[in-house]
């Protein structure tokens, strides 16, 4: 059983930051790609940066510039750091894994969400 575990959302004003976390817990023997989405109300689901194994990274057009994404594999953790933050980054932020678990399988894994509010 593997689990992926958010922390660091909150409500922040326009220009602030913020830090997410995503902690994998579990049966895992390695973890590859390692991403985060974000899904604003009314809207499609948004892939939001990307990172893998060998740490690159990849970002949406929307965030680059104002988010890094970064992994600490001995903690089998993600983070995304949110600078200058818009109203419009507002959604849920799900991290997502696609884990090696240690019976063999290669499965993708989520997160539950953690809201991000950005006031103006």
């Known amino acids: 059983q593997v689990q992926l575990v958010e922390s660091g959302g909150g409500l922040v004003q326009a220009g602030g930051s913020l830090r997410l976390s995503c902690a994998a817990s579990g049966s895992i023997f390695s973890i590859n790609a390692m991403d985060w989405y974000r899904q604003a109300p009314g809207k499609q689901r948004e892939l939001v940066a990307t990172?893998?194994?060998?740490?690159?990274?990849n970002y949406a057009d929307s965030v680059k510039g104002r988010f890094t994404i970064s992994r600490d594999n001995a903690k089998n953790t993600v983070y995304l750091q949110m600078n200058s933050l818009k109203p419009e980054d507002t959604a849920v932020y799900s991290c997502?894994?696609?884990?090696?678990?240690?019976?063999?399988?290669?499965?993708?894994?989520w997160g539950q969400g953690t809201q991000v509010t950005v006031s103006s």
């Open positions: 997502h894994a696609n884990i090696h678990t240690r019976t063999g399988w290669f499965r993708d894994y």
């Open positions: 990172i893998t194994s060998g740490d690159s990274s």
